[in-house]
């Protein structure tokens, strides 16, 4: 299995990517909106709850690998996305990552410094993007401005159905730090997974990304796996 690191991007929704354990309850439906399903998870012992979406976009897999891989676009898509750049690039895929995210007022947007590791294997024509929030002298909290959040980690998992059709699962799991009620924080993640995975399946309709893909590693790789002689 080939590994790499992946841009990810931030997001407002409080969501998780830990394991079910005896001590955790089920995912239960929360809604289904445009192809696009919402789950919610209760934590024991926590307020925040988890949220994950899941939606099949009509597009190759490889066309989601590059619209993740284009960390300065992701304000055109992720909800309430107000930046986003590189810190550090060690090549096309392995990066540290920088995001401010948009909350309602009166609470302060945030911020956070992420790096992300993707496990990929094509011949089961699938990768998972693994993101942490990690501190980095780099980059200094901006006191007066934005709250930097305390944690975030979190993963995209996609899956190619077929050689038109993907399926993304999106989850993530944050401390937003500061006094934010858990029911506005609660009461805000249906929105937010939705118009995030809705900005997705509209930015896999953009040319650039298609062409990119056509000309990619990813394809040629895929191409194997999909016309095996």
Avoid at 160 to 168: E, F, G
Wanted: include cysteine.
């Amino acid at each position: 299995m080939k590994q790499f690191h992946l841009g990810f991007a931030l997001f407002v929704g409080f969501v998780t990517t830990t394991a079910l354990s005896a001590t955790e309850f089920p995912w239960t439906f929360s809604k289904d909106r445009d192809g696009i399903q919402i789950y919610t998870k209760a934590i024991e012992g926590a307020k925040l709850a988890e949220f994950k979406g899941v939606t099949v976009i009509n597009t190759p897999i490889e066309v989601i690998g590059m619209i993740l891989r284009d960390i300065p676009a992701y304000t055109q898509w992720m909800s309430g996305c107000l930046e986003s750049r590189i810190i550090e690039q060690f090549d096309d895929n392995n990066m540290i990552n920088y995001y401010v995210q948009k909350t309602t007022w009166p609470v302060a947007n945030r911020d956070i410094v992420l790096t992300a590791t993707t496990q990929i294997n094509w011949e089961k024509g699938q990768f998972t993007v693994n993101f942490q929030s990690i501190q980095d002298s780099r980059v200094p909290p901006r006191n007066g401005q934005l709250v930097r959040m305390k944690e975030m980690k979190g993963s995209w998992i996609v899956e190619s159905l077929d050689s038109a059709q993907t399926r993304v699962t999106f989850m993530l799991k944050l401390d937003p730090a500061g006094a934010i009620p858990a029911f506005l924080v609660n009461a805000n993640n249906n929105n937010f997974q939705y118009h995030t995975l809705l900005g997705l399946t509209r930015m896999a309709t953009l040319p650039k990304y298609i062409e990119a893909a056509n000309r990619s590693e990813d394809k040629k790789i895929l191409d194997k796996y999909r016309n095996p002689k």
